[in-house]
């Protein structure tokens, strides 16, 4: 069977682009993939992190993916950090990896900011840690937001150069699936912005752990244009808060954009609005509910990693003695 590996940092505020761009979409791949979904806490590290707040953000994280309907029976759930070989897999990688390859990486560029000669070389080696994630596990397909495509590109490249390297065929190339009609969800404040977890306002985006209320207030606040709604695809050229929108509707209601422009082309925001925080509210409330009825039971989310970082610990130390073998390290 292929194997799917993907991951989320926990960083805090889980939101609606991490749901519909990531944790959704794995949730239908779990019967047709053997899965391992992991919480990349080490990813987490590569900008500064509250030492309480990362472990409570990994617990919201693996909560997050129990409650969206993740199944740790079928699926290996698991911290990065319970499984050393990801990092001693980063760093045969970073030995094999060109600095112009790094050096390409536009994320590193917007994390980096100007001061780059002050970032972290964690930072600057990430897109490598996260090739070790996947290829560890000899991972064939990985799920993420369009975000991740470069991410994902470098992984294929790595995988690529080890094989050359050592004349073998031992990585399989692993292939993003970029799936559903929200890949890039945009922050409700700017349409030309991604949803993300570290802008500072908590009104540019809708977060897993939000109550009804503050959903339908988050919606009914982001930002529109003057104009009623197009009635076609391409009447959102050049309304990037419009398409965001109803690129949501239409993720939420697993329908397409032409059908959420076809319901409500000529209708004003306001009533396209309501709607959607409906639907909002209908997907996302249960959801949280369930997270916080995970995280109120002690023990309960540790369980589930505590088990899943033996399976995936199984698996990786059995690959790394493999690798061992291939790049000629003495296990005496
Ligand atoms: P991160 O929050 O960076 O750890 O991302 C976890 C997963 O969510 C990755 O697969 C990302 O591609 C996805 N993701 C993050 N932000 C968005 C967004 N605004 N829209 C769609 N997917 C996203
Ligand atoms: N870089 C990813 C993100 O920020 C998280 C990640 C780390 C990941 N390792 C991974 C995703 C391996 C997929 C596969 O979204």
Redesign the pocket.
Known sequence: MNRIF?G??PTGNLHL??Y???IRNWVELQDDYDCIFCIVDLHALTLPQDPEGLRGHTREVTAAYLAAGIDPEKCIIFNQSSVPGHSELAWLFACITPLGWLNRMTQFKEKAGKHRENAGLGLYAYPVLMAADILLYKATHVP?????KQHLELSRDIAGAFNRQYETDYFPLPEPQILGE????MSLRDGSN????SDPSDYSRINMTDDADTIALKVRRARTDPEPLPDTVDGLEGRPEAANLIGIYAALTRTTRADVVAAFGGKMFSEFKDALATVAVDTLGPIGAEMQRLLAEPGLVDGVLHRGAERAGEIARHHLSEIHRIVGLLRP
């Open positions: 993907s989320v940092q682009g991490n519909l761009g990531a993420v937001g369009e975000d991740q929200a890949t890039r969800v991604k949803m993300s977890k």
